[in-house]
């Protein structure tokens, strides 16, 4: 929320968090280092008592009661905070308008009585002071001086809670970007006309044009009336986009179900089952090799092609149905090769079954389970399997005929020597000449 607004308000694309250095660190560094060092915790030493004390008033009270539901986007801890900082931009404009800080004197006055309402920070709170970094783009005259005052007007948006100014010009820091020469035809490229694209070309020239029109009216760059509008235009601009987003975020959430597995997406579990069912069927007969193929081209097209244009729900549902293909594909393939070493080739069609093991204690030893799916996402337990030396199935295969909670389940033993096929099928048959059940 605090970054430097432009006279069209927040312009994300003229503004970002930038290296923080001594003075201005080369690219060299930060290619070597392999990351820029946008935010910097500061010392407490290295700030005085004043320093200290402003920061901390600084920070919003509001939103202390709320620290346990800090990570739920949009939620009580996020809306404290942006609506702290817009009474803060408002406040800033309150106070031009008032007359007020003119004197030093008159805005600690200002600031004193801010502070009395804000109170102190609540008991055991400890917090870690931060400078942060930005680099920002605008449009100004040829001179250096003309610049300076551009730059020093988007430093004052930056305001604490009382609405005074607390962003500083780096020294050094405001260099001309002249353009460039182009290759073709020799003509001087203004690097506003070329240098950018569209959206950030429309708003350096929106921005300047504020600025000349208001320069005309004679309110110059950084002057009282200018500060005023751009905070009021800031703080109804975060509350616009806060509460646009928030609406978006619980439009989003609404359309959200949450599979088995955990993932939430907009595709409804059922729907995701019979994803899974189609994949598994494109996969029969292919070699764990092959499905490893179809998950890499799958998982491109999803990423790198239907990825590209999102435009509406349909589009999502088609990303997340093909990337959970590429999902199934690659399972299958370790899985394949995961039961053909555990149980044999007669086992390898277990996996596009929907067929999985787990190995558990028994009350004779190590037993491998057999789980089949079920019609409606959940499992049955069809098969158990004794396990001897090296973990490996001995003896015969034992069909699941009940399960009953706290009791050892029903079994009846499969042909020695031979693995089941279908699991779920084999048990379904078993169960209905034993128990009289019929397959669902």
């Given at each position: 929320?605090?970054?430097?607004?432009?006279?069209?308000?927040?312009?994300p694309?003229?503004h970002?968090?930038?290296?923080?250095?001594?003075?201005?660190?080369?690219?060299?560094?930060?290619e070597?280092?392999?990351?820029?060092?946008e935010?910097a915790?500061?010392?407490p030493?290295?700030l005085?008592?004043?320093e200290?004390?402003?920061?901390?008033?600084?920070?919003?009270?509001e939103?202390?009661?709320?620290?346990?539901?800090?990570?739920?986007?949009?939620?009580?801890?996020?809306?404290?905070?942006?609506?702290?900082?817009?009474?803060?931009?408002?406040?800033?404009?309150?106070?031009?308008?008032q007359?007020?800080?003119?004197?030093e004197?008159?805005?600690?006055?200002?600031?004193?009585?801010?502070?009395?309402?804000?109170?102190?920070?609540?008991?055991?709170v400890?917090?870690?002071?931060w400078?942060?970094?930005?680099?920002?783009?605008f449009?100004?005259?040829?001179?250096?001086?003309?610049?300076?005052q551009?730059?020093?007007e988007?430093?004052?948006?930056?305001v604490?809670y009382?609405?005074?100014p607390?962003?500083?010009?780096?020294?050094?820091?405001v260099?001309?970007?002249?353009?460039?020469?182009?290759?073709?035809?020799?003509?001087?490229?203004?690097?506003?006309?070329?240098?950018?694209?569209?959206?950030?070309?429309?708003?350096?020239w929106?921005d300047?044009?504020?600025?000349?029109?208001?320069?005309?009216?004679?309110?110059?760059?950084?002057?009282?009336?200018?500060?005023?509008?751009?905070?009021?235009?800031?703080?109804?601009?975060?509350?616009?986009?806060?509460?646009?987003?928030?609406?978006e975020?619980?439009?989003?959430?609404e359309?959200?179900?949450?599979?088995?597995?955990g993932?939430?997406?907009?595709t409804?579990?059922?729907?995701?089952?019979?994803?899974?069912?189609?994949?598994?069927a494109?996969?029969?007969?292919?070699?764990?090799?092959?499905?490893?193929?179809?998950?890499?081209?799958?998982d491109h097209?999803?990423r790198r092609?239907?990825?590209?244009?999102?435009?509406?729900?349909?589009?999502?549902?088609?990303?997340?149905a093909?990337?959970?293909?590429?999902?199934?594909?690659?399972?299958?393939?370790d899985?394949?090769?995961?039961?053909?070493?555990?149980?044999?080739?007669?086992?390898?069609?277990?996996?596009?079954?929907?067929?999985?093991?787990?190995?558990?204690?028994?009350?004779?030893?190590p037993?491998?389970?057999?789980?089949?799916?079920?019609?409606?996402?959940?499992?049955?337990?069809?098969?158990?399997?004794?396990?001897?030396e090296g973990?490996?199935p001995?003896g015969?295969?034992?069909?699941?005929?009940?399960?009953?909670?706290?009791q050892?389940?029903r079994?009846?033993?499969?042909?020695?020597g031979?693995?089941?096929p279908h699991p779920?099928?084999?048990?379904?048959?078993?169960?209905?000449?034993?128990?009289?059940?019929?397959?669902?």
């Amino acid at each position: 929320m605090r970054s430097p607004i432009h006279r069209c308000g927040d312009q994300p694309l003229l503004h970002q968090t930038w290296e923080i250095g001594g003075g201005y660190t080369s690219w060299e560094e930060v290619e070597e280092r392999g990351y820029r060092r946008e935010l910097a915790p500061l010392a407490p030493d290295d700030l005085t008592e004043d320093e200290r004390r402003r920061l901390e008033a600084d920070y919003p009270r509001e939103v202390f009661p709320h620290l346990g539901i800090r990570g739920a986007h949009y939620g009580a801890w996020e809306q404290g905070h942006v609506a702290d900082y817009c009474q803060t931009l408002d406040r800033a404009a309150l106070m031009i308008e008032q007359g007020r800080g003119l004197t030093e004197d008159d805005l600690r006055q200002w600031a004193a009585t801010l502070d009395a309402e804000r109170g102190p920070l609540p008991d055991g709170v400890t917090l870690t002071y931060w400078r942060a970094h930005f680099r920002v783009e605008f449009l100004a005259g040829y001179d250096e001086a003309s610049a300076r005052q551009r730059a020093e007007e988007l430093a004052a948006t930056v305001v604490d809670y009382a609405g005074r100014p607390i962003g500083r010009v780096v020294d050094g820091s405001v260099e001309p970007e002249d353009g460039f020469r182009n290759a073709i035809d020799g003509r001087w490229m203004h690097p506003a006309a070329s240098g950018m694209g569209e959206l950030g070309r429309r708003a350096l020239w929106e921005d300047y044009a504020e600025v000349e029109a208001r320069t005309t009216a004679g309110e110059p760059v950084g002057s009282r009336p200018v500060l005023r509008d751009m905070y009021r235009r800031a703080a109804d601009q975060l509350r616009e986009s806060f509460t646009r987003s928030t609406g978006e975020y619980t439009a989003h959430e609404e359309k959200l179900n949450t599979q088995p597995d955990g993932p939430r997406t907009y595709t409804s579990p059922g729907m995701m089952r019979l994803v899974t069912a189609n994949a598994r069927a494109a996969a029969e007969g292919k070699t764990p090799s092959e499905l490893r193929k179809m998950a890499e081209d799958a998982d491109h097209m999803a990423r790198r092609v239907y990825g590209k244009v999102v435009e509406n729900d349909e589009d999502v549902r088609r990303i997340e149905a093909t990337e959970q293909r590429a999902k199934v594909w690659a399972k299958l393939a370790d899985d394949i090769e995961t039961v053909t070493d555990l149980a044999g080739e007669a086992a390898a069609g277990w996996p596009l079954l929907g067929v999985t093991w787990r190995q558990t204690d028994g009350e004779d030893g190590p037993v491998l389970e057999i789980w089949a799916e079920t019609s409606d996402g959940g499992d049955d337990l069809v098969g158990l399997w004794p396990l001897g030396e090296g973990a490996k199935p001995i003896g015969p295969y034992q069909v699941v005929l009940r399960t009953t909670p706290g009791q050892q389940a029903r079994t009846v033993p499969y042909p020695l020597g031979f693995t089941p096929p279908h699991p779920a099928k084999g048990a379904a048959a078993e169960r209905s000449r034993w128990l009289g059940v019929q397959p669902d």
